[in-house]
């Protein structure tokens, strides 16, 4: 008879832990396949996730809210795409549930002498479970006109005469077809920036545009299961949805439910 190695016993005994103790050191939280990270200056946490060459086998997030973190003019910049156009993001506050992102156009102007950032295009917010804040406010660029009426100001920055018109909650009945612009684009930018600008709208509207505007999400249809078992959601190129559980598992719903590791990739 053969008496194992007395330091086997030790091993054993100490496997458990190495099982518990490899996700706890995970600096991050107790779900391995979703770390934040840190883009720049800001941190990004689930539901926003880093498009990166992993992310295009699966992600742990919702889908739209891949952010892509790379180098814009030497400074690492986090970016959202949404309906085709870039915006870059500020800050995400998990907790609220909000985000705030500037236009990336708007920035490609520097504060300074040259502060009229022209605005290009609205804010699509595609269906993505995303809605803008209370604290934003429309405002509205026509471009190209005859004259200002006495509701808008005029903003003294492009070649020909355009109107910047901040816009009241709701429904908006003003006319402007006797002002014959050419074009006219709206965005989005926190009430109270706009609002501390005010006597110098015309010239200063750019400082405004540049802090950018919030928006709140809430929860992805089809994650309800997911994150109510105390799951993450994500997505997976073959398996469609996957549910991501704080043991490290990956289940096909809902934590507990169908353990995704019996499905061959
Ligand atoms: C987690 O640790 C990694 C290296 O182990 C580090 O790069 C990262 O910044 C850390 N994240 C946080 C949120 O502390
Ligand atoms: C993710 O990154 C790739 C490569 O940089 C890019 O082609 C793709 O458009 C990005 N996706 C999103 C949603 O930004
Ligand atoms: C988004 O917010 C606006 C008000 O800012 C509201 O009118 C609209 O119904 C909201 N949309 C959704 C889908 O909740
Ligand atoms: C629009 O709504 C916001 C918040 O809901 C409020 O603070 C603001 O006074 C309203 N503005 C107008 C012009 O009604
Ligand atoms: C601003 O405009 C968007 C559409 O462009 C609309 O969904 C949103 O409700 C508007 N916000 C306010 C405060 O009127
Ligand atoms: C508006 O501009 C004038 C002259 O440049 C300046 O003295 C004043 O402080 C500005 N007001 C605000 C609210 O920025």
């Not at 518990?20 to 995970?26: E, Q, T």
């Not at 941190?43 to 992600?59: A, R």
């Not at 109107?163 to 965005?187: A, K, R």
């Amino acid at each position: 008879m053969i008496e194992p190695h007395p330091h086997s016993h030790f091993l054993l005994l100490l496997l458990p832990f190495f099982f518990i103790a490899l996700p706890a050191a995970s600096n991050d939280s107790t779900y391995p396949n979703c770390p934040s990270y840190k883009c720049g200056d800001v941190p990004i946490s689930y539901p926003f996730w880093i498009n990166d060459s992993e992310s295009t086998t699966q992600f742990c997030g919702y889908q739209g809210f891949g952010i892509n973190c790379s180098p814009i003019l030497n400074e690492i910049v986090p970016e959202i795409r949404l309906g085709g156009d870039s915006y870059h993001v500020q800050w995400i506050f998990p907790e609220s549930r909000k985000i705030s992102l500037v236009d990336e156009d708007v920035l490609t102007v520097r504060p300074g002498p040259d502060r009229c950032p022209r605005v290009r295009h609205r804010i699509n917010l595609q269906t993505l479970p995303l809605n803008y804040t209370s604290h934003n406010v429309n405002i509205t660029f026509h471009f190209g006109c005859i004259e200002c009426p006495d509701f808008a100001t005029e903003i003294q920055c492009f070649e020909r005469k355009s109107c910047l018109q901040i816009m009241n909650n709701g429904t908006d009945e003003s006319d402007w077809d006797e002002f014959s612009c050419t074009g006219d684009v709206v965005t989005t930018v926190i009430r109270d920036n706009i609002n501390r600008i005010l006597p110098n709208l015309s010239t200063t509207f750019g400082d405004a545009l540049r802090l950018g505007f919030e928006l709140e999400w809430w929860r992805m249809d089809d994650c309800d299961k997911c994150e109510e078992s105390g799951g993450r959601c994500g997505h997976h190129n073959i398996a469609g949805f996957i549910c991501f559980c704080s043991d490290g598992t990956t289940n096909k719903d809902y934590c507990k439910g169908t353990l995704i590791s019996t499905i061959k990739f």
